[in-house]
DNA sequence: ATGTCACAGTCCCTGTGA
């Protein structure tokens, strides 16, 4: 089985992208984050082509998640249940996995506003994570908008004072950690830095100037099948690239 | 260390967010 997640940065500006994509590699369950788009413009019609059923929460202008799944999608929640206006996380039940797709706010700036919604959004969802069903094997994957490490980072040095390697977003991510679940693609890879974004500026692909912000977190019952992660850079070269690769977690079935 | 991309509205450029 395979699970995948990916920030498209507009689905409709991405839509010929995913889709080759997603004929190429088959994943069984797709979790992606920055849709852009109200639920009336979601492509459910071309999924469903590709044989998946797909569920989507979005906003419009900004933000929007969705789920994908080959192996059904049941019990969707949408949000945090905490009049969040954003729409930022859904879960939903995918083969008897429940599935988490996150959107994370970036936080701007480490005095703006949006710095602390970014901490109690991810407290928040450490809160959440911790009151599930240890029966249910557990992903949780999304754009978290955090390199866990100084090694998730290409040059630390260049973000000092910034968002993004900060240790209060850091110590708010391993809220996920406490609750249980591993950081699927660094437990298999603990030496490679795996980066997953390069801003678009720059010539940062290029550079190999990167980070690992985009994450798939598995429970003990998930980690002990899983086979396999990593991040198809190939996705971020050619033409009208996101400026996020995918990143794909492969796991045994049963 | 900001050289790009995507969006909406002011609508073929500009401000905002990332």
Avoid at 80 to 86: I, L, M, T, V
Avoid at 124 to 146: A, C, M
Avoid at 155 to 160: A, H, L
């Amino acid at each position: 089985m395979k699970i995948v997640t990916w920030n498209v940065n507009s689905l409709t500006a991405r839509l010929a992208r995913v889709t080759e994509w997603l004929r190429e590699h088959e994943p069984d369950i797709v979790l992606l984050q920055e849709t852009k788009q109200t639920d009336a413009k979601f492509p459910f019609g071309e999924f469903e082509q590709l044989g998946y059923q797909s569920v989507h929460y979005g906003q419009g202008q900004w933000n929007g998640v969705a789920i994908l799944s080959k192996i059904g999608i049941d019990d969707v929640v949408r949000g945090f249940g905490d009049g969040d206006p954003e729409a930022r996380v859904m879960s939903a039940t995918c083969g008897g996995i429940r599935v988490y797709t996150c959107y994370v706010p970036n936080g701007r700036s480490l005095d703006d506003p949006h710095y602390d919604y970014k901490i109690k959004w991810l407290n928040t969802l450490g809160e959440v994570i911790s009151r599930r069903d240890p029966e249910q094997p557990l992903i949780v994957g999304g754009d978290f908008n955090v390199a866990p490490t100084d090694l998730d980072c290409y040059d630390p040095s260049v973000f000092e004072g910034a968002t993004h390697v900060s240790q209060p977003e850091r110590d708010a991510l391993h809220s996920l950690e406490r609750a249980g679940l591993r950081d699927l693609t660094r437990a298999l890879h603990p030496g490679e830095p795996c980066f997953s974004w390069w801003d678009y500026r720059n010539g940062a692909f290029h550079r190999g100037w990167g980070l690992r912000i985009d994450l798939l977190f598995v429970d003990a019952l998930l980690f002990e099948r899983a086979t396999a992660s990593y991040v198809d850079r190939d996705a971020r070269k050619g033409e009208k690239p996101s400026d996020h690769a995918p990143v794909v977690a492969e796991f045994s079935s049963n």
